[in-house]
């Protein structure tokens, strides 16, 4: 089949389902709204599964379809074409977005089957998708930008998608403009690389850094570095790292579905992708790479120490996506791109299918997200409380399972590569303890242990079209790792199993220079961070069903500490007393004491000046008639001294 | 007669069917119609013209004045064809947009719609600079009207500084049309107010100096054109009007009046004083910088919607100076495009102000909420069009930023990044207002409709669906609306110093030797 | 030299006669005053040999018109004013000055005009006669548009004041 | 020299004379506050210029000066008659006849 059919299929399939169900958003009908987003997006998926055959197909060394549909933005040598290309890095990518969007819609009929409003929500979801699609498929930066800003607002669409909710309105609000404060990033990022390179498109870019890095360092002041610090503030605002991270939370607002696909497999992990797609770039700018790589550790530390602490199952599982994403860009940050990408899938997957359970267990709840209300699930729910321990050994860590393989990747890479750290690799480690205890923590409150179940509420397993997509996603997360086996480890296993896709990205990636590459050390850095796991997971299985009095005590010991990780460290109410609420004043200042008291004052002042004068000479007329012959005789001497005198 | 000379008096003709109609019932949907046949002639326009060209196009000149130098010179080219597309995409809308709120004096309405649509676009047109001013002046009094008379409660007050604070502008920029003309008179021999005349013009220019000839003439007229803009900190008249003004009031005056002082800043400043802009150019860049920002920071306290959108187009305008200032392809480019996304995305939000104005009678903004609930497709058309207003990507204002963002980034690295917060910031302001408005529970006025129908009828779908079908189109191909402007504006940077406009066409041969036998007999 | 002590003598009372006219305060005097300028002046028109107009002078100022003015006075029944002059120190000062600066002008100009020594009395034009044959020659025209306007004036005057109101109003 | 520049008495003393009545004329019209006294006023005037013409007329042996003094006096008494009537007009209505009571031509 022709390239450019099957890229315009693929990109407007979505598009059908979001005008279809867009036009009849009053209908209430959610099975076909369903059907007809699903089919959507399958179609989509399939167009993806056979692009990534053509593209297997192809030679490695130049493993990519570029289609050009029209120049969108052409002006004096600047050029952004509606161009896309499939690689490695978006094939991989597009098979994630469909693949688990497809599973996601799937589960979203079910999941809304009681909503009032089915098909807009089916609508918004298809133009998530083709925005995400648009996002990775892109050929150059801009296009890239424009799905950026378009996931953005399908985010902040589907947040407030329930928006007679005054909170979860702000949620939605919340989330797009500090969004909005990362595409302001991104958008002078790609006007300091356009000033540099004079082009936007990706493969130009990376070659054209290549180069400039060749040449030697680069300082702070150079454009690309500037460039790059700019978009990691775009990623940053997208993937929600610190400082920018406080929407992620708020965001579980939305619809569970919508948490799954949105803020935790696709949208959030643009950011990454974004820096994946520039790694060349970015290895241009080694300096730039420590911030990323120290934001991503400390996101990493700092969600996890938040997640150990909430009750509310959603916002749990979003403390763990950021603390996941910390990881990724942990490892974009040391060189290890081909390992973040590695995580970034497996995540999808994992985290999609814990959010898709948690809605699951939301749904059967009626309505509830506090953890404290929940236990014993499993005999309840068997088949999610089954898929939610795979995603559980997957997320924190146990060899095997695909968590594992991606997660100690990253860490490897965070101690041997040439611009990582042992002080870096030691935060990982805790994180990933921390990971273990809170994730162990959920998995006891919610489907183990004694039931705390309020009267009155009977949970029931899903139906199918619920469950089907957890089974799914559940045999994902565990095989899903299977295909990244490190070397290391393949070297024991029997008939030594390739890692498939260190070889496929390898010729799409820019690759960090290890220190050492003993397998004595990975090995023994391997067996240090499961132990940690380990043991914290033990820990918190302990505290949550053998000796339920722990937390408690552990709270009592540390009251202010306890108190100051529950409030999430009070970030946002020092965003909000530091930063918009002075905003907001100096806007009131602004318009009261500026505009309507000075800059409008000063044309009162000027036309009261032309008053005045006029006040002045009307005086004049005073309707006194010897005051008039008075002026008519002091004008005849006038002209008569003129006369006379001249 | 001249396809211009049609365009440009139309209207006047329709103003008159309209105002000798018998029937007063009728006006409404016979105005309709024919500022839709307006649209359409000046759709022949846009297919007759040439887009190779950076020359005027269409040229007509007949001698006016002969003592004077003064013709009736029209000509149309890159930089203005579209803003007279927009003129007359903008008048059915704003016909249609009145439907129901005008209730009084309807024959007169209409005939001052029409007299304004001939007034803007001969202000675009008109390339003889006495009769631009005529235009540019010409078309305050209808606006006057329409604000005076149709308007709200202040309303006489804000007719009365509309009209004063820009006639004070105008003021300077007579006299600067006079100054042109006498050294015109010295360094051609002829007395002249056509402005390709003023493009040869050689104008003494001191570097650094206020009180050089350039100079003076520059901000003569720089200052003219600020105030229409409106420019910070010549803004204030612009939220009074806008707040007085009756929804088609609005939507024209956002939509195409305050284009004229960009459409102006690009005709006369720029090409006419290059030395001059290129010297005090920085000037508006930091005015357009301060205006985006101040215009953002204010209209995110604004309790009244008008206003908001108000000073959101200050905001915008901003963008659009910024732009012209950068004196490059992109920022130029962008401005224009800007000019056309701003007048068909502001004009769209006040005519849904001004909808849900007629059915709510407030326009505070806390008294609102929850109103997606009783009018879904009320919140549609406004959450997309807010969508083009704070620029997300497929509709039309990104475009227009992004390359005016791009261009100013070429000059100064400072003020676009300055520039960028006015995004983040507008999108806070507008979102802020959605939120507002229309999530939440139901708010105090919601709650009195609760049960009635608050939503919009097919007339204002009708008036809404072109304005959003074309955000649309301007956003996803921008390239169709670019191609017109692209020869003119590359003409424009690669002719900074010794800006000269040619004459295309057939009219050509004509014009010159009219033009020289006026020079033989004087 | 009898002519000149006769010129003095008449200049001295008509400019302290019509300064009385200017600054006594009650209407009455000043009418009076006025009569024996206006004699001052046929006075003076005799010196300079215009007879006729003398005597109309007489007749037309001194017997008409200031009649007429003494019998307003006497309808208004006015007595002593408490406010003579207009309002404002500055106001009195200015006109007062324009006028000492306005005669001096026009003292001034007279300088100007080249001087006529001698009274040209031999000449046989100067009598009534000619006067008279002028008026209904030349200016006959004139002449009867005067008599017109003393005409509506005579309608105007009467009009005026048959408008009901003040004294006359029931 | 002087002496008899003032002995004789010539075309510039009648002006001289008629200048100062005209100045006191014009003073009563600005100054005095009675309509009726303004009226007079106006009447000095008058005769002030009835004494230029009649000067000129004689030194000049020219009777259109007379002609014209003949026509002023018409005038003169014409005026004197309808401003007298619009005073007893005014004086009816408003029982008063200070010209500072009747403002009504302000600005």
């Known amino acids: 089949m022709n390239d450019s059919f099957l890229f315009a299929v693929l990109l407007l399939a979505p598009i059908f389902g979001f005008l279809f169900n867009g036009l009849r958003f009053k209908n209430k009908n959610y099975k076909l709204a369903g059907a007809v987003a699903s089919v959507a997006i399958g179609v989509s998926f399939i167009c993806s599964v056979v692009l990534v055959i053509k593209l297997v197909a192809m030679p490695e060394a130049s493993r990519a379809i570029h289609v050009h549909f029209y120049n969108w933005i052409e002006v004096a040598g600047f050029n952004a074409n509606a161009a896309f290309v499939v690689d490695q890095i978006s094939a991989i990518m597009i098979l994630v977005i469909t693949g688990v969007g497809l599973l996601i819609h799937i589960f979203s009929i079910g999941y809304m089957s009681h909503d009032d409003r089915p098909s807009k929500y089916f609508a918004y979801l298809n133009l998530f998708i083709f925005n995400m699609l648009l996002l990775v498929l892109g050929d150059n930066l801009l296009i890239m930008f424009v799905g950026w800003e378009g996931v953005g607002l399908c985010s902040y669409l589907l947040i407030g998608f329930w928006f007679t909710d005054q909170e979860k309105a702000a949620a939605g609000m919340k989330a797009f403009i500090v969004n909005r404060i990362g595409d302001a990033g991104f958008l002078l990022g790609i006007f300091f690389l356009y000033v540099q390179f004079s082009t936007i498109e990706f493969s130009s870019l990376n070659t054209l850094a290549t180069d400039l890095a060749a040449s030697g360092p680069l300082g702070w002041s150079h454009p690309l570095v500037l460039a790059c610090i700019c978009l990691f503030v775009g990623a940053c605002g997208k993937s929600a790292q610190i400082p920018l991270y406080v929407w992620l939370p708020d965001a579980m607002a939305g619809p569970t579905p919508v948490s799954a696909l949105i803020h935790a497999a696709t949208m959030v992990t643009a950011g990454v992708y974004m820096i994946v797609r520039l790694s060349f770039v970015y290895m241009a700018a080694p300096q730039v790479m420590t911030i990323i790589a120290v934001v991503g550790g400390l996101t990493a530390f700092f969600a996890a120490t938040i997640g150990m602490t909430q009750w509310d199952i959603k916002k749990i599982l979003a403390y763990s996506t950021v603390s996941q994403l910390g990881y990724m860009f942990l490892g974009v940050g040391v060189g290890a791109f081909m390992p973040a990408m590695f995580h970034l899938m497996t995540h999808a997957f994992f985290k999609a299918l814990m959010f898709l359970g948690s809605g699951s267990v939301i749904h059967a709840m009626g309505e509830e997200q506090d953890i404290r209300k929940m236990g014993a699930l499993k005999k309840a729910m068997p088949i999610t409380s089954a898929t939610f321990t795979l995603g559980w050994l997957a997320i924190i860590g146990v060899p095997g399972f695909s968590g594992f393989f991606s997660k100690d990747e990253i860490l490897w890479f965070t101690y041997a590569s040439t611009q990582g750290s042992k002080w870096l690799w030691v935060v990982g480690v805790l994180g990933a303890g921390m990971t273990a205890f809170y994730m162990t923590r959920l998995m006891c409150l919610v489907f183990w242990g004694k039931s705390r179940v309020p009267e009155g509420t009977h949970p029931h397993e899903s139906p199918a079209s619920m469950t089907f997509p957890l089974i799914v996603l559940g045999v994902l997360s565990v095989v899903g790792g299977w295909i990244g086996i490190p070397h290391v480890i393949s070297a024991i296993l029997p008939g030594h199993p390739p890692n498939i896709l260190g070889h496929w990205l390898e010729p799409a990636l820019a690759t960090a220079n290890l220190i050492t590459t003993s397998a004595v050390v990975e090995w023994s850095l391997m067996g240090i961070s499961v132990s940690v796991v380990a043991i914290s997971g033990y820990f918190a299985y302990t505290a949550y069903i053998v000796k339920t009095d722990i937390p408690e005590k552990c709270v009592k010991a540390f009251p202010r500490l306890h108190g100051l990780v529950l409030n999430k460290y009070l970030i946002d109410e020092l965003y909000f007393g530091r930063i918009i609420n002075p905003l907001i004043d100096i806007s009131k200042g602004l318009w009261v004491y500026v505009d309507v008291n000075f800059v409008d004052k000063l044309t009162y002042i000027a036309s009261d000046f032309v008053k005045s004068i006029g006040r002045l000479f009307g005086s004049l007329q005073n309707g006194n008639l010897q005051q008039y012959a008075m002026y008519i005789a002091i004008g005849v001497v006038v002209m008569l001294s003129f006369i006379l005198m001249g | 007669m001249n396809l211009l000379s049609v365009i440009t008096f139309l209207p006047i003709l329709f103003a008159l069917v309209v105002w000798f109609l018998p029937n007063e019932k009728h006006v409404r949907p016979v105005s309709l119609g024919l500022s839709i046949v307006h649209f359409f002639v000046s759709i022949v326009l846009l297919v007759k013209f040439d887009i190779s060209s950076a020359g005027l196009q269409f040229v007509e000149q007949t001698p006016w004045v002969q003592s004077a130098g003064i013709s009736y010179f029209l000509g149309v080219d890159g930089i203005s064809i579209w803003l007279v597309i927009l003129t007359t995409f903008l008048t059915p809308i704003t016909i249609l947009g009145g439907w129901t709120s005008i209730q009084k004096k309807t024959r007169g309405f209409h005939v001052s719609i029409f007299v304004l649509a001939t007034t803007m676009i001969g202000t675009f047109l008109a390339m003889d600079a006495i009769l631009f001013y005529v235009f540019f002046e010409a078309s305050l009094i209808p606006m006057y009207f329409i604000i005076g008379i149709w308007g709200g409660k202040n309303k006489i007050y804000a007719a009365t500084k509309f009209f004063i604070y820009t006639m004070l502008g105008s003021v300077f920029m007579l006299l600067s049309i006079i100054t042109l003309m006498v050294l015109a008179e010295g360094q051609l021999g002829q007395m002249s107010s056509s402005l390709l005349d003023f493009y040869k013009l050689d104008l003494n220019f001191l570097p650094g100096q206020f009180l050089s000839t350039q100079t003076l003439l520059f901000f003569g007229f720089a200052l003219a054109f600020a105030i229409k803009v409106p420019l910070f900190p010549f803004h204030t008249w612009l939220p009074d009007a806008h707040v007085q003004a009756p929804t088609p009031g609005s939507v024209i005056l956002a939509g195409v009046m305050l284009k004229m002082g960009t459409y102006g800043l690009l005709r006369f400043c720029l090409p006419l004083f290059p030395e001059a802009t290129a010297e005090w150019g920085w000037i508006f860049l930091a005015l357009g910088v301060v205006g985006i920002i101040y215009g953002a920071l204010v209209a995110m306290v604004q309790p009244d919607m008008k206003k908001l959108v108000a000073y959101s187009s200050v905001s915008h305008m901003g963008y659009v100076v910024m732009g012209l200032f950068t004196l490059n392809a992109h920022g130029l480019t962008g401005s224009i495009f800007q000019m056309l996304s701003h007048g068909i995305s502001t004009g769209a939000l006040f005519l849904l102000v001004g909808m849900i104005y007629e059915r709510t009678h407030s326009r505070e903004i806390k008294e609102y909420g929850g109103l997606a609930v009783v009018a879904p497709i009320f919140s549609i058309f406004f959450i997309i069009v807010t969508l083009s207003s704070i620029a997300v990507p497929m509709t039309n204002g990104f475009v227009g930023e992004y390359l005016i963002l791009m261009g100013t980034f070429m000059v100064n690295k400072a003020y676009a990044i300055l520039a960028v917060t006015g995004v983040v910031l507008g999108a806070c302001y507008m979102l802020w207002m959605v939120k507002k408005v229309f999530f939440g529970p139901p708010g105090k006025l919601i709650k009195d409709f609760q049960g009635k129908n608050l939503d919009l009828n097919k007339t204002e779908v009708m008036t809404l669906l072109p304005v959003v079908v074309l955000i649309f189109w301007m956003g996803l191909f921008p390239g169709h609306f670019i191609k017109y402007t692209k020869a003119s504006v590359d003409h424009m940077i690669n002719a900074k110093q010794g800006y000269y406009l040619k004459i295309e066409g057939r009219q050509k041969k004509v014009a010159t030797i009219k033009y020289k036998s006026t020079r033989v007999t004087r | 030299m009898e002519a000149a002590i006769v010129f003095y003598g008449l200049s001295f009372f008509m400019t302290v006669l019509s300064l009385g006219v200017l600054f006594n305060p009650n209407p009455i005097m000043s009418a009076l005053y006025l009569v024996l300028t206006m004699i001052g002046v046929s006075l003076v028109f005799f010196m300079l040999d215009a007879g006729f107009l003398a005597g109309v002078q007489l007749i037309v100022y001194a017997g008409a018109v200031l009649v007429l003015f003494v019998m307003v006075i006497m309808l208004f029944d006015l007595k002593r004013e408490v406010y003579t002059f207009s309002r404002g120190f500055f106001t009195r000062l200015l006109k007062v000055f324009t006028g000492v600066v306005f005669l001096i002008i026009l003292v001034k100009s007279f300088f100007l005009v080249p001087e006529t020594k001698e009274l040209l009395n031999s000449s046989t034009q100067m009598t009534t006669k000619n006067l008279a044959g002028l008026l209904f020659t030349e200016y006959i025209f004139v002449f009867e548009l005067l008599g017109l306007l003393l005409l509506a004036v005579a309608i105007g005057a009467v009009a005026l004041s048959r408008i009901k109101g003040g004294t006359h109003a029931e | ?107």
């Open chain 4, 1 to 107: 020299m002087l002496s008899s520049e003032l002995l004789h008495i010539g075309l510039n003393h009648y002006l001289g004379l008629s200048a100062v009545i005209f100045v006191i004329g014009m003073l009563t019209v600005l100054l005095r506050r009675n309509l009726i006294v303004m009226l007079m006023g106006v009447e000095l005037m008058l005769n002030a210029v009835n004494i230029t013409f009649v000067a000129f007329s004689s030194f000049n042996q020219n009777m259109n000066g007379q002609v014209m003094v003949f026509f002023v006096m018409a005038i003169a008494a014409a005026e004197a008659a309808v401003g007298l009537a619009l005073a007893v007009t005014i004086f009816k209505h408003y029982k008063e006849i200070d010209i500072s009571a009747f403002e009504q031509l302000k600005s």
